[in-house]
């Protein structure tokens, strides 16, 4: 019993490790920005849905503490702000600005890219939502 709890804890612990590296590579998707058009984007809400399906299993096994959920909480808030910005605050007086210097420039994409991330934001709580029981 003892070597197969040891095993169960060593599988959880991979498990866990994966989830969070595939995390990391989806918030360096939201924060790059991904272009609209093409596969990059079909490919990053394919990484989302793999996340996603990832940690609703890790939730619903009780595999993450309330420390590293809540985290993960607030880093998918402002990775969302920062979508398709490099990481900075995308701020209303930004767009006038960059709208001003080119009449060009799509604010499109950062707007699409600010949803795409928003979105999971929304899904991955309402996976927390469900968990502790909250309808």
């Known amino acids: 019993k003892k070597a197969q709890r040891e095993w169960q804890q060593k599988q959880k ?11 990391v590579d989806l918030q360096g998707s ?6 609209l058009d093409g596969t990059a984007l079909q490919d990053v809400i394919q990484n989302m849905d793999s996340v996603m399906d990832i940690f609703t299993q890790l939730i619903n096994d009780a595999s993450f503490g309330e420390s590293l ?14 979508a398709s910005n490099g990481g900075k605050l ?11 210097k080119d009449p060009s420039w799509k604010k499109d ?9 928003f979105s999971f934001v929304l899904r991955f709580c309402t996976v927390l939502m469900n968990d502790i029981g909250v309808h």
């Open 69 to 82: 959920l809540c985290k993960i909480v607030a880093i998918l808030s402002f990775g969302t702000l920062g």
């Open 90 to 100: 995308c701020k209303a007086s930004m767009f006038e600005k960059k709208l001003r």
């Open 30 to 35: 939201f924060v790059k920005g991904v272009s």
């Open 13 to 23: 612990t991979a498990l866990n490790r994966m989830a969070l590296a595939k995390f």
């Open 109 to 117: 994409d950062i707007i699409a890219n600010n949803a795409l991330a």
